[in-house]
């Protein structure tokens, strides 16, 4: 098993948002999340993603409890994608090459300019301010440099939302294509177009329970 989610509740102070969750992810799997607003998707994915941790239950990644496993490391094979996408420093360029900074390589522009023309952009937007950039072209940005180094789980944060039809297109063959090359994807989502096209897909209710 890939990840595993062992009866895992989370609340804030009195206040439960997840209640006695558990599931199981195998490789390659492409399971979409969905359950009405607040009832804690995203909670869900932020506690996979390591960004927190639960109040009860453990969390297993390949067998391991996730939170004996070097949370550098883990987020290397387990990546998260906001729905607003956080773009840093000043550049496209900025932010692509950080996925290389942090490992110590050189840049692969071979890489940067196939993943580049696989969401409508080219070279040239590696140049571009980060205030220059349109809503979708900042999502897809956000995404690529998740992808530049394939991790084994890619989590989606309803990473489509207002988005235009034509980005939403192009962030659904990109989430494909890292699909296909066998990355395991959790989503989130609302888009009925997305929960119709679900292969797998599960719901929540609004107590943060599985329905």
Not at 62 to 67: G, L, N, P, S
Not at 99 to 109: A, T
Request: hydrophobic residues 35%.
């Amino acid at each position: 098993m890939l990840l595993k989610l062992d009866h895992i509740s989370y609340k804030v102070k009195k206040k439960k948002i997840l209640h006695n969750i558990s599931f199981s992810l195998k490789k390659h799997d492409f399971l979409t999340l969905t359950g009405p607003s607040g009832c804690g998707k995203s909670t869900i994915l932020k506690l996979v993603a390591s960004l927190i941790s639960p109040t009860t239950g453990t969390i297993f990644y390949q067998d391991r409890d996730i939170a004996e496993i070097d949370p550098i490391q883990y987020r290397r094979k387990v990546s998260y994608c906001f729905q607003q996408p956080l773009l840093f420093g000043k550049t496209v360029n900025d932010n692509l090459s950080f996925p290389f900074e942090i490992r110590k390589q050189n840049m692969d522009m071979t890489r940067i300019d196939q993943l580049l023309r696989l969401v409508d952009l080219d070279h040239s937007y590696l140049d571009k301010k980060k205030e220059e950039l349109s809503g979708g072209e900042k999502q897809r940005v956000a995404l690529i440099r998740n992808l530049l180094f394939m991790p084994k789980i890619l989590l989606l944060d309803e990473v489509t939302t207002g988005l235009d039809d034509q980005s939403k297109e192009i962030v659904h063959h990109l989430i494909n294509d890292c699909h296909e090359k066998g990355t395991t994807i959790l989503q989130v989502t609302h888009d009925q177009e997305e929960l119709h096209s679900a292969s797998k897909l599960m719901k929540m209710t609004k107590e943060g329970t599985l329905a």
